[in-house]
C-alpha cells in the first residue's frame, strides 16, 4: 500500500518566512549556543516528568548515578564503582569531590534522598514503575550507598542510567514546587532562568567535576513548528533543532550553513488501544487494527525509509529483543472481515489522541488506515502536557486509542514492556494475569536467558491480543549548524558537554 498524504509547500513556505522575520540575525554564535526543541518542558525537576522536551534540558543539570558512554556501555558517573553484595544487594562507591551548583557537598545523603523520593508512592512520579523493585537505600558511609531491591532485579544499573541526584538539603527546604521552578543539580551546566512558554536558560558550570561544556550559554527554545525549526537552523539563528522528519532532513543536504544528524534509537512509536473501552474490549477488532496498519507503508512512504517496522513492542537496540518474533502483518482485507463481523459495534466514533511533538503525517495516515478497514477515528490533539496527563491515568482514564513513541533510555526491554503492560502502572491500558506474571519473573532473575524466554512470551502475548500496536523503530532526526560535531546515541541523550564545535 502506498500511504496517502499531502503537503502544503505554500503554508510551509510562508512559515519559513515568518520564522526569519520574526527572530533577529545572529542568535547563535560560540558564545551562545540554541536549541530548538518542539514544546517547552513540562518539567525540570528530573523526577517528575519524563518526556523528551523536559530530558534534553534537566539531564544536563543533573548527574545520574551511572550513565551511559556514546557506545552504549553503562559507565560511571556519581557512583565511581559498584559490587553485589547479593542477588538483592549492591553497594556503590560514590565520588567525592562533586558538588552542587550552590556550592554544597554531594553526598551518600542525597542519593539515598533522590533514590526514596522518586520511589515514594505518595511523591507520585510518572517514573516510579522503572524504579519500584528498589526497597532500600542506606548510606554506609558519606561516599557509599548500598541499595536493596525485593529479589534479584537484572534491569537495576540500565534503570539507574536515569537516576538524576538531587540535594535533599536544598528540596526540602524549598518544596516540590519551587524547586522544579529553580532547579539545582550537580550537572555541567547550571539553571540560569525560565521563560514559560519561550526558552529556558543555561549557564555552564566551570567547577564541574567532568568534562566541561563548550558553550558558556545555552538557550532552549519551544518552537512547535518543524518548518520554523528548520528554517531557523537554515537561517544560523539556531544551533540545534530536535525532531525534524525526513523532507526536512533531505533538504539539509544542500543546505550551506546546517546538516542532518540521524541515528536509529531505543524508541519504539506504537498505537495504543484501551482494552476497557468499547470498540477494543472486543480482542477480533484490536487485531483488525494491527491487520490494518501497513508498516512498511508509514517508514517507506512518509519517514523516508529512515525508521525501520518491528514486529514487537521494543527495538533491537535494546536487551530483550526478541529475532524472529511473529506478529500481525498488514492484511487490509483480513481486517475489514473482522470490522465486518463486529456489526454496529465497530462503527461507534473513536478517539485518537495525539500532540504536537508527534509526527501527524503517521498520526493521519493511521487514522486514514483505520478507516480503511471500516474503523471511525476522529484525531484528538492536545498539548503535551495535557496528552501526558490523560495517558498516565489509568485503565479507566487512558483515550480510547493513542499514538506514541516510548523510550525508557535504559536500553532494557523491563523499561518499555512493564510501564506499558503491567497492571501497576497508569501507562497500561491492559491487564492480563499471565503477562505480569512473566513481567515480574523477568524482573527477579539475573539469569539472561530466562529473562529473554519470559519477554518473548510476553511479545507473544501482545501479538496475540494486540492491546497495542508495535509500529517502528524510530530514528532521530536533528538539524545542526555545519559546524557542530555530535553523534546522536540510541537513548537520545542530548549531553551538551559531549558536544564540540569543529574547526
Known sequence: MTVAWRTYPLAAACAAILALGSIAPAWASKERFVVDLVNEPSSLDPQVQWNPDSYYVYRNIFDNLVTRDDKGEIVPQVAASWKYLSDTEIEFQL?????????????????????????????????LGQFDKITGATALSPTSVKLTTDGAYPALLAQLVKLSIVPKAIVEAVGKDAFNL?????????FESWQRGVEVVLTRNDAYWGAKGPFPTVVFRAVPDGATRLANLQAGTSDLGVTLDADQAAQ????????????????????RLNTSKPPFDNVKLRLAAAYAIDKEGLVDG???????????????????????????????????????????????????????VFDQRIVQAIQQQLGDAGFTVKIAMSDMASY????????????????????????????????????????????????DELLEEARQTLDKDKRL????????????????????????????TKSLKWQPTPNESLFLNRMSWSD
Open 453 to 480: 524466554a519470559a519477554y518473548k512470551q510476553v511479545q507473544e502475548i501482545i501479538a496475540a491480543e494486540a492491546p497495542l500496536v508495535p509500529l517502528y523503530q524510530a530514528a532521530v532526526i536533528y538539524g545542526a
Open 95 to 127: 565520588r567525592p569531590d562533586i558538588t552542587f551548583h550552590d556550592g554544597s557537598k554531594l553526598t551518600a545523603d542525597d542519593v539515598v534522598y533522590s533514590v526514596k523520593r522518586i520511589t515514594d508512592p505518595k511523591f507520585g512520579s510518572p517514573q
Open 182 to 190: 529553580k532547579p539545582v543539580g550537580s550537572g555541567p551546566y547550571k
Open 252 to 271: 539539509l543536504k544542500s543546505a550551506p550553513k546546517a546538516q542532518a544528524l540521524i541515528g536509529l534509537t531505543e524508541r519504539v512509536a506504537y498505537l
Open 388 to 435: 501526558l496527563k490523560r495517558s498516565q491515568a489509568g485503565l479507566a482514564g487512558n483515550p480510547t486509542l493513542s499514538f506514541g513513541r516510548w523510550s525508557c533510555a535504559c536500553q532494557d526491554a523491563d523499561g518499555v514492556l512493564f510501564p506499558l503492560i503491567h497492571k501497576s502502572s497508569g501507562w497500561s491500558a491492559y491487564r492480563n494475569p499471565k503477562a
Open 302 to 356: 512518509l519517514l523516508g525509509g529512515f525508521d525501520k517496522p518491528v514486529s514487537q513492542l521494543g527495538t533491537p537496540a535494546s536487551f530483550g529483543w526478541v529475532e524472529g518474533l511473529k506478529a500481525p502483518t498488514y492484511d487490509l482485507a483480513r481486517a475489514k472481515a473482522l470490522v465486518a463481523e463486529a456489526g454496529p459495534a465497530a462503527k461507534a466514533e473513536i478517539e485518537l489522541a495525539t500532540a504536537p
